[in-house]
């Protein structure tokens, strides 16, 4: 069984490597002894992740992007991989998810509003989640909450 799952949770964002990115912006000074030219930008985490019966999740791999599209196509490139290492009737989903483009639509939208964006698969051995959660990031290099 597949399923894709959306939801609105909010998280501390990673810190990683930035692409460079039209979204960075010039952010106000939070107080007066900081840096009044600080930059904040938006990044979008992706994280793939597998879920066991017994409760253990194993990390897969992540990565920090600049924009909604990037991160779906690291979705759509991490996707390829698990469904060339399952099982068949769950890589069809995978695959199929792959070539859906008005679902890739519906998540560059969830994403530039702010929600996370989950892609699900599930079967008696695992729960597989590919995942794309936005936040912020300031060149100072220290993590924001989102305040969405």
Do not use: K
């Not at 990115?21 to 930008?41: C, F, L, N, S």
Request: aromatic share 8%; charged share 25%; proline share 7%.
């Amino acid at each position: 069984m597949v399923s894709i799952t959306c939801s609105d949770q909010r998280t501390l964002v990673r810190t990683g490597a930035l692409p460079p990115d039209e979204r960075t912006v010039p952010a106000p000074a939070r107080t007066a002894g900081d840096h009044a030219r600080a930059a904040i930008r938006r990044t979008y985490w992706c994280d793939a992740t597998a879920h066991t019966p017994d409760g253990r999740m194993i990390w897969l791999g992540g990565r920090n992007c600049g924009s909604p599209p990037a991160a779906l196509l690291w979705v759509a490139w991490r996707a390829g991989h698990f469904a060339d290492q399952i099982d068949v009737s769950l890589a069809r989903p995978l695959r199929a998810w792959q070539a859906d483009e008005p679902e890739h639509e519906r998540a560059v939208q969830r994403l530039e509003q702010g929600s996370t964006y989950a892609l699900v698969v599930r079967d008696d051995e695992a729960q597989y989640v590919l995942a794309v959660t936005p936040g912020t990031f300031d060149d100072g290099g220290e993590e924001l909450c989102d305040e969405f």
